[in-house]
Each structure stands twice: as C-alpha cells, then as structure tokens.
C-alpha cells in the first residue's frame, strides 16, 4: 500500500515538512561522499528555515504538555498498562527538558558559525559552492568522510531535540488513528468532518490500481479525487469505482 497523508492545519503541515527535512538530514548523515555531506548541509539550512520561527517552539511545547496532562489522566485505569504509561510518560519530559534547552538555539547552529553562514549564502546561487567561489568548503569536503561526519553531527546538536519532539508528536497523532474502508464513485469520495476534531487525514491506496489522490480538506470537509498518473501524458481523472483506506487522526 502507498501511504499519502494531508495535513488540515498548518501546524502538522510543518511537522510534516520537518519530519521529512529530518529523515533526509539522518540518511545522508550515514553516507561517506562528500556530495552527501553537502546535501545533508544543505538539508540542515533548509529545516533551519523551516523550524527557526518563533512560535514553533511553543507549539511544540504546548502539544507537549497537552499531551502529558492528557495522560497523567490515565493513572489508575485498569485498561492501561502502567509500565507502557511510565515509559510514554518519561519520553514526553525528555522531550520537554530538550526541547526547552535546545528549541530556543535551532537558528544558531548555522548563524553562531562563520563557515557555515558563508556556505548557506553561496548555496542560494546556482553553482554558487565551486571551489574557486569557496576554497575552505573545498578544502572541507577533502577531509576524511568520518571527520566531516562529526563537524555535522556538532553543527546540527540542537536538532535532536526538534527530531526527538517532532517524531513524538507525529507518532502519537497517527497511533489516533482508526483505519476505515471507503469508496470512491466514479474516482470521488468527500466526507463530512466534526468541526476542529481532526488533524490529519492518511490514504491508504494499493499500487496496483494505478492512481493517485489529490487531496483537499480543512477542518469541516475532506475531498479525494483519484487520477490515472502517466508519466508521459497528461494525468486523467479515474473513472468508475474504487476501494480504500482512510484513517482520521486527532
């Protein structure tokens, strides 16, 4: 199945980005080539773009605590098992204590360095990163793969507590879920929403019916429309009736 997942606010939308910025950062992180390492660097500008402004912090902080007021409420209950409610318990601190420290600094794991200031201008300009327009980068991306490694690992610290936070929030989000069997008439399928209830919406759809959804949605109403996708010709609205899956996350 061929997971897509759309976002009903800008919050989790940017959760969203950051989610994907992140994974990117960690999976060119592993690799040893310096061209890799120049796209990790280049991931880091781009989720320090996305996660320095000012109110995400208390966002992320607010859902936080949201959260662990939500489940302190479940001490006693004898459907919930105390061990699991402990451990989720100590992550959510974990990440309110990093996140505190660190949330605040996101922004200045680039502009407190002169290196990588100068690399995040140059970037902006196709081509701009040559050896001749920056011969410190050159002579950088020349060092031994597991030395450029731990300069990254350093420059990016105050994103584990982001990574830590964000992974958290979507994680709970999703677990929210209740998976639901729908069908599309004639490649449509709306549904009404209680207003304010749901965060996300998840698709589900099998490869093997060859089309892709183009979602819509807000808090009172969520659309799909499936399509043929050719990757030669132009895209076509799917005809006839098919099966899929949903989950509304809260």
């Given at each position: 199945m061929?997971?897509?997942?759309h976002p009903?606010?800008?919050?989790?939308r940017t959760?969203l980005?950051?989610?994907?910025?992140?994974?990117?950062?960690?999976?060119?992180?592993?690799r040893?080539?310096?061209?890799?390492?120049?796209?990790?660097?280049?991931?880091l500008?781009?989720?320090?773009?996305?996660?320095?402004?000012?109110?995400?912090?208390?966002?992320?902080l607010?859902e936080?605590?949201?959260?662990?007021?939500?489940f302190?409420s479940?001490?006693?209950?004898?459907?919930?098992?105390?061990d699991?409610?402990d451990?989720?318990?100590?992550?959510?601190?974990q990440?309110?204590?990093?996140?505190?420290t660190?949330?605040?600094?996101l922004?200045?794991?680039?502009?407190d360095?002169d290196?990588?200031s100068?690399?995040r201008?140059r970037?902006?300009?196709?081509?701009?990163?040559?050896?001749?327009d920056?011969?410190?980068?050159?002579?950088?991306?020349?060092r031994?793969?597991?030395?450029?490694?731990?300069?990254?690992?350093?420059w990016?610290e105050?994103?584990?507590?982001?990574?830590d936070?964000v992974?958290?929030?979507m994680?709970?989000l999703?677990e929210?879920?209740?998976p639901?069997?729908?069908?599309?008439?004639?490649?449509?399928?709306?549904q009404?929403?209680?207003?304010?209830?749901?965060?996300?919406?998840?698709?589900?759809?099998?490869?093997?019916l060859?089309l892709?959804?183009?979602?819509?949605?807000n808090?009172?109403m969520?659309?799909v429309?499936l399509i043929?996708?050719?990757?030669?010709?132009?895209?076509?609205?799917?005809?006839?009736?098919?099966?899929?899956?949903i989950?509304?996350?809260a």
């Amino acid at each position: 199945m061929i997971l897509y997942e759309h976002p009903f606010n800008e919050r989790i939308r940017t959760y969203l980005r950051l989610e994907y910025l992140l994974g990117r950062f960690e999976h060119l992180l592993l690799r040893t080539s310096e061209i890799d390492h120049h796209f990790a660097l280049t991931t880091l500008f781009e989720i320090v773009e996305v996660g320095g402004r000012s109110d995400l912090k208390s966002d992320i902080l607010k859902e936080l605590e949201r959260h662990k007021q939500q489940f302190l409420s479940y001490r006693g209950n004898p459907s919930v098992s105390e061990d699991v409610l402990d451990d989720l318990l100590k992550r959510i601190d974990q990440c309110l204590q990093g996140f505190n420290t660190y949330g605040g600094r996101l922004s200045h794991c680039v502009t407190d360095s002169d290196f990588l200031s100068s690399l995040r201008n140059r970037v902006a300009v196709p081509g701009g990163t040559c050896a001749f327009d920056l011969p410190s980068y050159h002579a950088w991306q020349q060092r031994d793969p597991d030395q450029r490694r731990q300069d990254i690992l350093r420059w990016s610290e105050p994103l584990k507590a982001l990574n830590d936070s964000v992974g958290l929030l979507m994680r709970l989000l999703r677990e929210s879920g209740s998976p639901q069997r729908v069908m599309a008439t004639q490649g449509q399928f709306q549904q009404a929403l209680p207003q304010g209830r749901f965060q996300m919406m998840r698709v589900f759809i099998d490869p093997a019916l060859g089309l892709v959804p183009e979602i819509s949605g807000n808090r009172m109403m969520v659309w799909v429309r499936l399509i043929h996708q050719s990757w030669e010709a132009k895209p076509q609205a799917a005809v006839g009736n098919a099966e899929f899956e949903i989950e509304l996350c809260a």
